[in-house]
Nanobody
């Protein structure tokens, strides 16, 4: 059973930084496209950032220039560095491991990020 485990959320002031981590416990990590989504109260879940299995990255317009996604394949871990945080970044952040050829998705339980003074 594949498990996806996020960590690193918390409360931060506007302008601050947080780094989220996501570890996939089983499977061949290097084949996964890894994604971070977020869902704010009353809103749809949205894709924030993606790093595919070739390390190509893409970002939502709202976070471009402030967030950076990276992966460490030997550690089975993906990171989301979040800088210059804004109150509108407040959401539950979810990690997703995606296998393109089978269209399989594995989700973490989510980690809360709150940006407030």
């Amino acid at each position: 059973q594949v498990q996806v485990v996020e960590s690193g959320g918390g409360l931060v002031q506007p302008g601050g930084s947080l780094r989220l981590s996501c570890t996939v416990t089983t499977g061949i990590f290097a084949i996964y496209d890894m994604r971070w989504y977020r869902q704010a109260p009353g809103k749809e879940r949205e894709l924030v950032a993606e790093i595919n299995n070739s390390a190509k990255t893409t970002y939502a317009d709202s976070v471009t220039g402030r967030f950076a996604i990276s992966r460490d394949n030997p550690k089975n871990t993906v990171y989301l560095q979040m800088d210059s945080l804004k109150p509108e970044d407040t959401a539950v952040y979810y990690c997703n491991a995606h296998i393109v050829i089978t269209n399989t998705n594995y989700w973490g339980q989510g980690t809360q990020v709150t940006v407030s003074s």
